[in-house]
C-alpha cells in the first residue's frame, strides 16, 4: 500500500515562496516508471496540475504556473517537494501530492495552504 503525505506550513505571506513536502511510504519514488505529480483545489474551484517529477528525476510544468515552480526530491528520504514562489492570495488552495501510474492511482489526504499577510 503506497502512502502520501504531504507537510508544510499552513500559512504563507504574499510574494514569499510555497514550500510543500511530499513524503512516500510503500513505494521508492525512483521506481520505473512512475511520476511524482503536485495538483491543487482553489475553495470552490475545480482541481488544477501543477508538475511532475518522474522515477528519473526529470520535471515537468504546468505552463502556467511554469515561472514560479520547482519540484525536487530527496531520494534517501523518499521525498518530493514543491516550492511556487512569488505566492498570491490566488495560491490559497489544498495542495495534494499524488503518484501518477498511467493516472493518478494514489493521492495523498490534502493540505491547506492560505496566502494572507
Known amino acids: 500500500q503506497v502512502v502520501l503525505q504531504e507537510s508544510g506550513p499552513g500559512l504563507v505571506k504574499p510574494s514569499q515562496t510555497l514550500s510543500l513536502t511530499c513524503t512516500v511510504s510503500?513505494?521508492?519514488?525512483?521506481?520505473?516508471?512512475?511520476?511524482w505529480s503536485w495538483i491543487r483545489q482553489p475553495p470552490g474551484k475545480g482541481l488544477e496540475w501543477i508538475g511532475y517529477?518522474?522515477?528519473?528525476?526529470?520535471?515537468y510544468y504546468s505552463p502556467s504556473l511554469k515561472s514560479r515552480t520547482s519540484i525536487s526530491r530527496d531520494t534517501s528520504k523518499n521525498q518530493f517537494t514543491l516550492q511556487l514562489s512569488s505566492v498570491t492570495p490566488e495560491d490559497t488552495a489544498v495542495y495534494y501530492c499524488?503518484?501518477?501510474?498511467?493516472?493518478?492511482?494514489?493521492w495523498g489526504k490534502g493540505t491547506l495552504v492560505t496566502v494572507s499577510s
Open positions: 517529477i518522474a522515477y528519473s528525476g526529470y520535471t
Open positions: 510503500g513505494g521508492s519514488i525512483t521506481t520505473n516508471y512512475y511520476y
Open positions: 499524488a503518484r501518477v501510474n498511467g493516472w493518478m492511482d494514489y
